[in-house]
């Protein structure tokens, strides 16, 4: 996929190669330090170059392994491979593995599946004779990744802290979503590697905050909600839907009757606006869809959808307003963010799937066509959110996901209708915003300028709804 890296970095040698702890012997199929004569396959999906000499990564997928070799050089030149578990920001799991100045080094696992290791190498070295070093970039097998959705899935995994249960280290909101597109990528693919997440992830935080996954931000409780109505609805344990109805509950403590109903951004109750709500309905719906005999849940998010479609949030050019004057009670003309789109698509389908009202379905195609066809949110026809950085940085970055899954939700109940543009979207992104782990970036138009869980979870769930 990638013949080429070129040179990743040439640094001074003692910046490179010390390395961070002692790097423990990884067993899985076989250990670390196979010979690579025994490997039944060589892929070299990376290279590096350096006063002549080449640097590779040959990976053997068969076995998921990996080792590195040095070409074209002469006696005394030194090469190793370096492993990391945090998708290559750092190489805890081992540098200078397999160090040699015999050409190349053993085999070395890519992953380290007793521990839950989501693992990468690259091939570093030096000439004998020169300070400097090269390295390859980061590369790994196809194991848990033989295609585009599975890739990322795994890259995404990559950034799953295992001590903390969430996505680089702290994510909380964008960690909801980015759970729930490791769930989503379950139910498409079939790959269940990564189903420990969703338990981790419950056992390690359903304390925090103020317990069952609420805090002060509604939205935030929703989004954790939804994820916990997916982990139910792929694990069938009831623990998941009890902590949706909790956050449902807390949620419904946040509605007044100000400006005529709605709930609030957060405990505050200074604003009202698009996400909260539209997140209210759809949790709301799902829960009754989920309990037999349901009444409360049902009126809640009918209620909900009733309030909303008089706030004005809705405009005339079918796209959502961020939200409205508390003042006026009327919509306050600001931003139309992607994720105010998908998100109400998603409650509108939840709702029709409730209660067969067939004018939040038309209402769900009116928006899902605007925003695909928006010269502002869909430019060249590709998704893109207003202020979009260059950077991976922000929870912002988190928008798109949610937007382009409600979208997929869409596609998927009018049979296809929107199935070019996802198709388009997914192939810009494949083609022109991810690195050589297939972690992607900001601009699904490209070009790729460096990822976060946010960006990866929202490359996974358009790869999810594609």
């Not at 970095?9 to 670390?32: H, K």
């Not at 929703?222 to 909790?246: I, M, P, Q």
Request: aromatic share 10%; charged share 15%; proline share 2%.
């Amino acid at each position: 996929m990638f013949l080429s890296a070129g040179v990743a970095a040439l640094v001074a040698a003692a910046s490179l190669v010390t390395p961070v702890a002692a790097a423990a012997v990884v067993c899985n199929r076989y250990c670390d330090g196979r010979d690579p004569a025994l490997a039944p396959a060589d892929r070299v999906p990376v290279t590096a170059s350096i006063y002549g000499r080449v640097l590779k990564v040959h990976v053997n997928d068969t076995d998921a392994m990996g080792w590195a070799s040095i070409e074209n050089g002469q006696a005394g030149d030194e090469v190793w491979l370096d492993r990391s578990f945090d998708g290559g920001r750092g190489w805890a799991g081992g540098s200078k593995l397999g160090y040699t100045t015999a050409g190349r080094t053993g085999q070395f696992n890519v992953d380290d599946w007793g521990t839950n290791g989501v693992g990468a190498l690259r091939a570093c070295g030096k000439a004998g004779d020169r300070a400097e070093i090269a390295c390859t970039a980061w590369t790994r097998s196809t194991w848990n990744a033989w295609d585009r959705r599975t890739a990322a899935a795994t890259a995404l995994m990559m950034r799953f802290d295992r001590g903390t249960g969430l996505f680089d280290t702290n994510g909380w909101w964008t960690g909801a979503n980015a759970l729930t597109a490791i769930i989503g990528n379950i139910q498409r693919s079939g790959m269940n590697s990564y189903r420990y997440a969703i338990a981790s992830t419950y056992d390690k935080q359903v304390n925090a905050a103020l317990g069952q996954f609420r805090n002060e931000y509604l939205d935030d409780t929703g989004w954790w909600g939804l994820a916990w109505v997916a982990a139910y609805d792929l694990t069938g344990d009831s623990r998941y839907l009890n902590t949706a109805r909790a956050d449902a509950d807390w949620m419904y403590a946040y509605w007044d009757t100000r400006c005529g109903g709605g709930v609030y951004w957060n405990t505050s109750r200074t604003v009202k606006n698009a996400i909260p709500n539209s997140l209210y309905i759809q949790l709301n719906a799902a829960l009754s869809r989920r309990i037999g005999g349901d009444t409360v849940y049902r009126q809640r998010a009918q209620a909900g959808w009733n309030w909303f479609q008089g706030t004005g949030m809705l405009n005339g050019q079918n796209l959502v307003n961020d939200g409205i004057n508390l003042t006026t009670c009327a919509n306050n003309g600001d931003v139309t963010w992607t994720y105010n789109q998908g998100v109400l698509i998603n409650a509108l389908v939840e709702l029709n799937r409730l209660t067969g009202d067939a004018a939040a379905l038309a209402t769900a195609r009116r928006i899902g066509d605007a925003m695909t066809t928006s010269g502002y949110l869909s430019p060249g026809g590709i998704l893109r959110e207003p202020n979009e950085p260059d950077a991976c940085s922000g929870d912002g970055v988190s928008f798109k996901g949610a937007a382009i899954r409600g979208l997929g939700v869409l596609n998927a109940a009018t049979g296809g209708a929107y199935n070019a543009y996802l198709q388009r979207n997914a192939d810009s992104a494949f083609n022109n915003d991810r690195d050589t782990l297939d972690a992607y970036g900001s601009h699904w138009a490209g070009p790729f300028r460096g990822t976060n869980h946010g960006c990866q979870h929202s490359a996974l769930d358009l790869l999810n709804a594609a």
